[in-house]
């Protein structure tokens, strides 16, 4: 399986993720699926690392997204909860779901990069000249 396809699929799972939290958000839905398609994104980002990891040749600024995404989606976790447990206190509640939200804009925009990355890097490995402007 090419790392493209996979970044390709993180960043469809993301944007899903994104949507699903919308409707989370405006009481549409219960947490209950937005938490499912969390836990998917973070296997994805999990896969999408060691596949990093072991390309030959192995792309250091590829591999750093791939930790970079994988470190921030467990700090998206992390605020998710702590969002879903201040329901009491509606200000900070709101503002957890704030950062929570911007957060997952800078994973999109992390998986994003890095699937332009992971495409260049297949280029560069099987000889395909690059494109000059």
């Given at each position: 399986?090419?790392?493209?396809?996979?970044?390709?699929?993180?960043?469809?799972?993301?944007?899903?993720?994104?949507?699903?939290?919308?409707?989370?958000?405006f009481?549409?839905?219960?947490?209950?699926?937005?938490i499912?398609?969390?836990?998917i994104?973070?296997?994805?980002?999990?896969?999408?690392?060691?596949?990093?990891?072991?390309?030959?040749?192995?792309?250091?600024?590829?591999?750093?997204v791939?930790?970079?995404?994988?470190?921030?989606?467990?700090?998206?976790?992390?605020?998710?909860?702590?969002?879903?447990?201040?329901?009491?206190?509606?200000?900070?509640?709101?503002?957890?779901?704030?950062?929570?939200?911007?957060?997952?804009?800078?994973?999109?925009?992390?998986?994003?990069s890095?699937?332009?990355?992971s495409?260049?890097?297949?280029d560069?490995?099987?000889?395909?000249?690059?494109?000059?402007p």
């Amino acid at each position: 399986m090419k790392i493209s396809l996979l970044y390709q699929l993180t960043g469809a799972a993301v944007g899903l993720q994104l949507a699903i939290g919308g409707l989370v958000t405006f009481g549409y839905i219960g947490a209950f699926g937005h938490i499912i398609m969390g836990v998917i994104v973070g296997a994805l980002a999990l896969v999408t690392l060691v596949y990093s990891l072991r390309m030959k040749p192995r792309t250091r600024p590829l591999v750093g997204v791939s930790v970079g995404v994988l470190v921030d989606v467990l700090i998206q976790a992390a605020l998710g909860f702590a969002a879903l447990g201040t329901s009491s206190n509606a200000s900070l509640s709101n503002a957890l779901a704030y950062v929570h939200f911007l957060n997952a804009l800078a994973i999109f925009g992390m998986v994003l990069s890095g699937t332009f990355m992971s495409m260049r890097a297949e280029d560069t490995a099987s000889g395909v000249p690059a494109a000059r402007p």
